[in-house]
């Protein structure tokens, strides 16, 4: 079975699915902004001044401790090892990457009226940050200039009764940031809007 879209593709083996004729799709892991090549800093630990707190004997062995998590981290043979893709970015991002990342993102900002950011912790603080630095704080969206808002950083039931209805005859795109897929929050803020994109979709296909 396939998406009966000319312009349907797989991204990492995630699919896009079309939300109306061409206007809004999901894209169950992307970014949804230009990514800009950024510097890569190395993380240090200052302890000089924290021996006016801590005598240097008690602090030693939580150096010791920290040290072994560092090794163990950078080796990729501790618990969670299959999460580390983001231990060397932007270090060893390839610039096709950068590019596929723009042309999702100006295909979502040429599609959308609203694109509904679903994450929780860090998985969506990063993206509101970015927006919260560097756009006004009121404007009227449109298709090229989407409303980001944002699902899954809580359960709160009056607020996904209000999004639902305010979605409802909008063009609006899902883009779900989940480090396993599996986080409670945003598994049920997803399942909630999918239901909602599903009554204006013409789905042929979905991954075995």
């Known amino acids: 079975m396939t998406i009966n879209k000319k312009d349907s593709e797989f991204f990492s083996g995630q699919i896009l699915i079309f939300n109306k004729p061409q206007t809004g799709f999901f894209l169950p892991i992307g970014l949804i902004f230009k990514t800009v090549q950024a510097f890569f800093f190395m993380i240090r630990l200052e302890t000089r001044f924290a021996s006016s707190f801590i005598q240097s004997s008690k602090l030693e062995p939580f150096l010791e401790k920290s040290e072994s998590a560092r090794l163990t981290l950078h080796s990729s043979q501790g618990q969670g090892k299959e999460y580390l893709g983001w231990l060397y970015l932007p270090k060893e991002l390839k610039n096709s990457e950068i590019e596929r990342m723009t042309q999702v993102a100006e295909r979502l900002r040429n599609s959308s009226e609203v694109i509904v950011v679903i994450g929780i912790g860090g998985s969506y603080l990063g993206s509101r940050a970015v927006l919260e630095a560097t756009l006004p ?54 399942r909630l809007l999918w239901e909602l994109l599903r009554k204006n979709m013409v789905l042929l296909h979905l991954p075995e």
């Open 137 to 190: 704080f009121f404007k009227k969206p449109s298709i090229g200039n989407p409303e980001i808002i944002f699902a899954g950083h809580h359960l709160e039931s009056r607020y996904f009764s209000e999004l639902i209805e305010y979605l409802e005859d909008k063009n609006f795109s899902i883009n779900v940031i989940s480090k396993s897929g599996t986080t409670t929050e945003p598994a049920i803020a997803f």
